[in-house]
T-cell receptor, first 113, second 114 residues
Framework: DTAVSQTPKYLVTQMGNDKSIKCEQN?????MYWYKQDSKKFLKIMFS???????INETVPNRFSPKSPDKAHLNLHINSLELGDSAVYFC????????????FGPGTRLTVT | AQSVTQPDIHITVSEGASLELRCNYS??????LFWYVQSPGQGLQLLLK??????LVQGIKGFEAEFKRSQSSFNLRKPSVHWSDAAEYFC????????????FGQGTELSVKP
């Protein structure tokens, strides 16, 4: 009964390709996030949506585009992949934008060759 | 600027020994603080949180943390470490006036010797 799930778990692709990572939460939460964890394990927020509305948009290349079809889903689409995009991407959710406690998915390890 | 610092990149303790992982924060207002644990190949699990009130907070798996405003610290402790505690530990502060985004420290990798 997974609370926050991500697909795929692993993604290996070549430079220049376009790929998507999907995230779903079954917790009934209003707010969802994308984080990037680099090779040194440093975690940094990328985006956040609250009830399908974008509320956080960090300094991220515009090749990255989040999409929230409904409040239970937040997908991440990446165009023209680059070597530097290789990382682990984590989705998270919280009950609301003011509840602060975030629940993380298992992560998607993206490798760009 | 808001930031979180974990001074220790890697710590090794013997099983059964006590543990303290350090965390220092920089935040202009009252901080809301968290400790997360990441086991190898896994996502992050919330260990404990501090919002207000008692400065000693209890978490899951026998962990506790103490908030010390005067030292801008929120150190994580466990009296007796188990081999299964080997993992990466992250301290974080939430920017509650910026959509609830978490600012993480660099992480501390804990190894446990038998």
């Amino acid at each position: 009964d997974t609370a926050v799930s991500q697909t795929p778990k692993y993604l290996v692709t070549q430079m220049g390709n376009d790929k998507s990572i999907k995230c779903e939460q079954n917790l009934g939460h209003d707010t969802m996030y994308w984080y990037k964890q680099d090779s040194k394990k440093f975690l940094k927020i990328m985006f956040s949506y609250n009830n399908k509305e974008l509320i956080i948009n960090e300094t991220v290349p515009n090749r990255f585009s989040p999409k929230s079809p409904d409040k239970a889903h937040l997908n991440l689409h990446i165009n023209s992949l680059e070597l530097g995009d290789s990382a682990v991407y984590f989705c998270a959710s919280s009950p609301s934008v003011s509840s602060y406690e975030q629940y993380f998915g298992p992560g998607t390890r993206l490798t760009v060759t | 600027a808001q930031s979180v610092t974990q001074p220790d990149i890697h710590i090794t303790v013997s099983e059964g020994a006590s543990l303290e992982l350090r965390c220092n924060y920089s935040y202009g207002a009252t901080p809301y603080l968290f400790w997360y644990v990441q086991s190898p190949g896994q996502g992050l699990q919330l260990l404990l949180k501090y919002f207000s009130g008692d400065t000693l907070v209890q978490g899951i798996k026998g962990f506790e943390a103490e908030f010390k405003r005067s030292q801008s610290s929120f150190n994580l402790r466990k009296p007796s470490v188990h081999w299964s505690d080997a993992a990466e530990y992250f301290c974080a502060v939430v920017l509650y006036n910026q959509g609830g985004k978490l600012i993480f420290g660099q992480g501390t990798e804990l190894s446990v010797k038998p």
